[in-house]
């Protein structure tokens, strides 16, 4: 660290505690990784937590000149939030809302996912403006900062359009909400001459004409190059000039804390239509007749872009014979009420006649297949990333032309790519704001390939600009990437006004330096991010950010595309070699164990939400895979053992229970803590939620017996889970998994039929979440050899009562085993059989990370509100994070994971499930014991009394899901 970060460091070691202070190689290099494919590092990380302590940061940097950069979800895309100062980086603090006029307005913090703002708005049919395609992933504050817009906002609901009010701290500290009428009065009185300045500037640029009337039309168009400068024509006020001008300045004006929004309409009803015209050129004079027509988006696809998706999973088998010049349109159209949306469809119609089409325009209502035709659209940018050469980017770049000139900017932009030698280029977009993305692997290797890069950077400057005038950076941001190109496009004069704003607000220079506007000609060159292969699990990932949210780890350790971040520079490291590598190589592998694979969950969430389905949870298994390859005969051991294992275990329960309720739950803790202590963390840390053994003579009695009736039949597996663990003395009216299940599947009428050797066998998921791949795909054998003798080799579904490992039994045993989970057994074929009477209570649902990945969330919902009135499910807890043992061996994830869940589910009775040791877990962080789902709907429940023809379902013939 250079010395004046060294004094700085020192300085806010009074104002924030060392932990949030972070300067180590790993997380410097990790944490200041955005979406964007330039790399810088950090001098210094600081996460503040409140206005007051980010005050004191901003005011510590200021007094040694030391630029600052905020970052929220680091999703953006043209290099504004990277940074080789220090980069403020929000984490839990900053997530407050407030929903106001009964949902026509909502109050936000900067630390808030786009898409939960919506789900907070949806019980009033609301939505905020602004749609981005990242909204599940990218913040509030960087969706504020950047003026992002999306598919269906045009400009008309961005940020800039839906602002109501706007909590900002200025570069010098003073903080001004402009919904509170004391803040403006003590701003007026401190900060006159500002407000003064920019009133002025708003009238010095009315009064120009030529310039007031550029500006106007520049921002028909969708634009975020450079500085909103249609604050100064649009407003005279100077608390609203400010207020505007901070939309969109990617934090070089001042930092957004909060924001209130006038919410939008989110109309109930859709409907989409994928329209195929025979060219370009017919497709742009369709999206020109639809621009006046009641259409909610028009996305455009060339057939480059339909054609690096028609070989994914789900997408219409039409794209496969589209003829060479094909291009579609994609029209979505929303409304209140069935008499508008059919009313829409026919104006729809009517815009198109006389348009020749490939085949008859259709629009669709069906759920699948609405969703189907948005996938086509979403798929486009993450498919070129999975087919790029390894070690090259993926750069999509965002332009928009005026809607009249898009069929002619359309044809010179990709004669443009043919010119400079990317014929893979693909090009879509928003085409009712002559809106386009155009994207193409890059390789930054070489200096050949950078100036090919600024080559046609420069031939589109030419062509969007100066041609036709239309914007150089339309919702991405102008970022670093075309802060050279600012000037080019607004013209010397509305340049200036640009630095006469940044000079007012931030004259030292120390906001975000060198984005939105820079000297350096060449910047957009510099700095560019190494890719190198790192491990074939995971060259294929963009850096996007979207698995973030999602992971257990995310607010403790690493998130996926950081673990990804640092295995690129150490393979990098390991390439070039030389001393000083050799040294930050071994300084990076000594942190990555415990930031890197001791706490990561491997739960796979982030392959739901990864766009080139990346599971990182495989590459952190492959290196513990490495790590414990010489500790094969052990796990070989056990694995022939498996049975006395399990025994073993259950008696150590045993005497952990019987010493809890002698010693009490404070000694017992405390005891536990000081041993793992001293052990140097190498003993698991004790959980009062930990049960006692569990009951196994019901299941063994049970074992290999033929079935004997005539009745339905079903193979029923406890997992190991819940051959072990059983009920805990904190939860007195729990029952042990394995009665509750046996007890509800009598109840509904089944048969049940157990396989034999039932304390031996085990799916393997134990050994393949430890790196003991061997021992692992033994056990699966096993168990598959077990399941269809059970089965009569697939005639009768098998049931395991835990989720987890029914997704590992899915993926790696026989397909003709009818492998059921036990939340979509239990919807699909116990609600039938059983009469329900709901439970009058509030109720916690944590849908584990295996259900989510087997697409089960909303047959989980739908069960519990079938059992009880009041479900909750605690919107920001993914993963518990539990990941089998590191509740016991990493508690501190556990623990990070489930931050918050007490608050979420205060006032529920108890909360359920379906994987035991996620109920552990749960039950020690959320204050309520959590149990089996199962237990929920055997309570809930009794046998029908009189089956109906229906209700007899031939469970033989079942599908898996």
């Not at 071994?586 to 694979?597: C, N, P």
Request: hydrophobic share 40%; proline share 6%.
């Amino acid at each position: 660290m250079k010395k004046p970060y060294e004094e700085l460091h020192e300085a806010l070691r009074g104002i924030l505690p060392a932990e949030r202070l972070i300067d180590d190689p790993l997380r410097l290099l990790a944490y200041g990784t955005d979406a964007s494919f330039y790399r810088l590092i950090p001098q210094l990380v600081v996460r503040p937590d409140s206005e007051e302590e980010l005050m004191g940061v901003l005011a510590e940097c200021r007094r040694r000149r030391l630029p600052v950069t905020f970052r929220t979800a680091g999703t953006s895309l043209s290099g504004q939030a990277v940074t080789d100062s220090v980069l403020v980086q929000l984490n839990q603090g900053w997530r407050d809302y407030r929903i106001l006029d009964a949902g026509r307005a909502i109050r936000l913090q900067p630390g808030i996912i786009g898409a939960r703002a919506n789900q907070l708005l949806a019980p009033y049919g609301r939505k905020i403006g602004p749609d981005p395609a990242s909204i599940n992933s990218c913040m509030i504050g960087g969706i504020a900062a950047n003026n992002a817009s999306g598919m269906c906002c045009g400009t008309a609901q961005n940020s800039y359009r839906t602002l109501r009010d706007i909590r900002v701290i200025l570069a010098d500290g003073t903080l001004l909400d402009t919904a509170d009428a004391d803040s403006r009065a003590a701003f007026r009185d401190s900060h006159a001459a500002l407000l003064e300045a920019l009133e002025r500037l708003g009238r010095e640029t009315r009064e120009n004409a030529p310039l007031a009337e550029r500006i106007r039309h520049k921002y028909r168009l969708k634009n975020t190059t450079g500085y909103a400068l249609n604050s100064l024509v649009d407003f005279e006020d100077g608390f609203d000039i400010l207020a505007h001008l901070m939309i969109g300045s990617e934090g070089t004006l001042g930092f957004i804390s909060a924001i209130t929004y006038d919410t939008v309409a989110d109309a109930p009803l859709k409907t989409a239509a994928l329209a195929f015209f025979p060219d370009m050129a017919t497709a742009c004079r369709a999206t020109l007749a639809l621009k006046s027509a009641p259409v909610s988006a028009v996305e455009l696809m060339d057939r480059a872009a339909l054609r690096s998706v028609e070989g994914s999973p789900g997408m219409p088998e039409r794209l496969k014979t589209l003829p060479a010049a094909a291009t579609a349109l994609l029209i979505d159209v929303r409304a209140e009420d069935e008499a508008t949306l059919t009313q829409q469809m026919s104006a729809v119609h009517a815009a198109l006649e006389g348009i020749k089409t490939l085949e008859p325009l259709g629009f669709t209502r069906d759920p699948e297949e609405y969703a189907r035709y948005w996938k086509v659209r979403k798929g486009l940018f993450p498919a070129v990333g999975a087919v790029r050469d390894v070690g090259t980017t993926v750069i999509i770049e965002d332009v928009a032309f005026p809607i009249e000139c898009l069929e002619a900017g359309v044809a010179a932009l990709t004669e443009a790519f043919r010119r400079h030698g990317y014929e893979g280029a693909i090009l879509f977009g928003h085409a009712l704001e002559g809106n386009l993305h155009f994207v193409f692997p890059q390789g930054f290797e070489t200096p050949a390939e950078i100036q090919r890069y600024a080559a046609l950077m420069e031939d589109v400057a030419t062509l969007v600009a100066d041609e036709y005038g239309g914007s150089l950076k339309a919702e991405h941001g102008t970022g670093r990437n075309m802060a050279p190109y600012v000037e080019r496009e607004w013209g010397a004069e509305a340049y200036a006004l640009m630095w006469r704003i940044k000079a007012l607000f931030d004259a030292d220079n120390v906001l975000n330096p060198d984005v939105v506007l820079s000297r350096d000609p060449e910047q957009h060159i510099h700095n560019l991010k190494p890719l190198p292969a790192a491990d074939p699990i995971v060259d294929k990932c963009i850096e996007c950010g979207f698995c973030e949210p999602v992971c257990p780890s995310r607010e403790l350790t690493l998130t996926p595309r950081q673990r990804i971040v640092i295995q690129r520079e150490m393979a990098r490291l390991e390439a070039t070699g030389g001393q000083e590598d050799a040294s930050r190589l071994a300084t990076l592998r000594d942190a990555y164990q415990y930031q890197g694979i001791d706490t990561c969950a491997a739960d796979g969430l982030c392959a739901t939400q990864c766009p080139v389905g990346i599971n990182t949870g495989d590459l952190v298994r492959e290196w513990r895979h490495r790590q414990v390859a010489e500790h094969g005969a052990a796990a070989h051991l056990i694995g022939r053992h498996f049975s006395g294992t399990t025994r073993l275990g259950r008696g150590g329960l045993r005497v952990l229970d019987l010493t809890h309720g002698v010693l009490g739950t404070r000694l017992m803790g405390a005891l536990s803590k000081g041993a793992r202590h001293l052990s140097g963390a190498r003993l698991p840390q004790w959980s009062p939620s930990l049960p006692g053994p569990a009951p196994v003579r019901i299941l063994e009695r049970r074992a290999g017996k033929p079935p004997v009736g005539r009745g339905d039949k079903v193979v029923y597996l406890p997992a190991c889970a819940t051959r072990v663990f059983g009920t805990s003395r904190q939860d007195a009216q729990a029952r042990a998994v394995t009665r509750t299940t046996l007890a509800l599947l009598e109840k509904a009428g089944f048969e049940v039929v157990m396989p034999a050797m039932i304390g031996h066998l085990c799916c393997g998921m134990a050994f393949q979440s430890r790196g003991q791949f061997a021992e692992a795909d033994h056990k699966a054998r096993e168990l598959n050899r077990e399941l269809l003798l059970a089965s009569q080799n697939g005639r009768y579904p098998v049931l395991c009562d835990t989720s987890p490992c029914t997704q590992r039994m899915r993926e790696r045993l026989d397909k003709r085993l009818q492998i059921q989970e036990p939340v979509a057994f239990a919807h699909d074929h116990l609600l039938p059989r059983l009469s329900i009477t709901p439970k009058r209570a509030r109720i916690a649902l944590h849908i584990t990370c295996s259900s989510t990945c087997m697409g089960l969330d909303d047959k989980f919902l739908a069960l519990a509100k079938r059992c009880a009135d009041d479900v909750v499910v605690p919107p920001d807890i993914t993963c518990c994070g539990f990941a089998g043992d590191k509740g016991f061996t990493v508690p501190e994830l556990n623990a990070s994971a489930l931050r918050g869940l007490a608050d979420a589910v205060r006032g529920c009775e108890a909360g359920y499930s379906n994987s035991r040791t996620c109920e552990m877990g749960l039950s020690q962080h959320a204050g309520i014991p959590y149990r089996s789902i199962l237990d929920l709907l055997h309570d809930v429940s009794r046998p029908l009394e009189v089956k109906s023809p229906q209700a007899q379902v031939d469970v033989g013939r079942v599908t898996s899901e």
